[in-house]
C-alpha cells in the first residue's frame, strides 16, 4: 500500500468507517501491533464482523471465553459460518450433543472448518470411522 492509498484509507478510519479500520489495522499490524489492536478493537465495537472474530481469536488465545464468545457470536449472526464453528467447538465440552449437531449442520452445508472440527472431536474420542468421514469431506 503506497502513502497516497494509506492517506485515503486513513482518512475513512477518521470517518469511523469500520471496514476502513479493519484494513487499516491490518495494513499497519507489522509495523505497530498496538496501533493495529486498537483498530480492530474499535471496528469490531462498530460491528466489523471480520474484526469481531479476529477479536473473538485473541480474546480466545488469552483465556478470555465469556469474551471471544461474544464477538464470536456477533461474527456468526453477520453470516461469518467459520465463527459459528468456534462457537460451536467452545461448547463442545458443556454442550456436547448439540453443539456436534451444530457442526454436523455446519458440515454438511460445506463448510470445511466445520469437518475439521468433527474429524477431530471424533478421533479424539477414538471413533476412527467418523473421524475418516468427515475427514474425507474436506478434499
Known amino acids: 500500500m503506497n502513502k497516497k492509498e494509506l492517506a485515503e484509507l486513513r482518512s475513512r478510519v477518521d470517518a469511523d468507517d469500520p471496514v476502513a479500520m479493519f484494513v487499516y489495522a491490518e495494513a499497519v499490524r507489522a509495523e505497530d501491533p498496538a ?17 469481531a472474530e479476529k477479536l473473538g481469536d485473541k480474546y480466545r488465545e488469552n483465556g478470555d471465553f465469556e469474551r471471544a464468545r461474544y464477538c464470536y457470536k456477533t461474527g456468526a449472526k453477520a453470516g461469518l459460518s467459520d465463527c459459528a464453528v468456534k462457537l460451536a467447538i467452545m461448547d463442545l465440552d458443556s454442550d456436547g450433543s448439540g453443539s456436534t449437531r451444530e457442526l454436523e449442520e455446519l458440515a454438511e452445508s460445506g463448510i470445511k472448518s466445520a ?25
Open 35 to 51: 496501533e493495529a489492536d486498537k483498530y480492530i478493537v474499535l471496528s469490531a465495537q462498530l460491528g466489523n464482523p471480520n474484526a
Open 115 to 139: 469437518c475439521a472440527a468433527l474429524a477431530a472431536y471424533h478421533k479424539a474420542r477414538g471413533n476412527r470411522k467418523a473421524a475418516a468421514f468427515w475427514r474425507s469431506l474436506l478434499k
